[in-house]
């Protein structure tokens, strides 16, 4: 039998890979846009990694602008 992962190592891996996730920025390169790393020390990325380009907003403090009250 093929089983899935429990449901907290699964968390635990997303956990994880969320705070190893690599900021990325779009650059053309030879006519194509590509997602290259921001941070110096980081040359390229595993196609297993997390990437983004936008920081997630902070759902805990609240925020005016969008009329968020906060989870604090």
Do not use: M, N
Not at 34 to 40: A, D, F, S, Y
């Amino acid at each position: 039998w093929r089983a899935l992962p429990t449901f907290d190592s699964i968390g635990a891996t997303l956990k994880e890979r969320y705070a190893l996730a690599v900021e990325v920025k779009r650059k053309k390169v030879k006519k194509e846009k590509q997602l290259v790393p921001i941070h110096k020390g980081k040359v390229s990325f595993r196609t297993d990694e997390l990437v983004y380009y936008e920081k997630s907003p902070d759902y805990c403090s609240p925020d005016i602008k969008t009329g968020s009250v906060g989870t604090e």
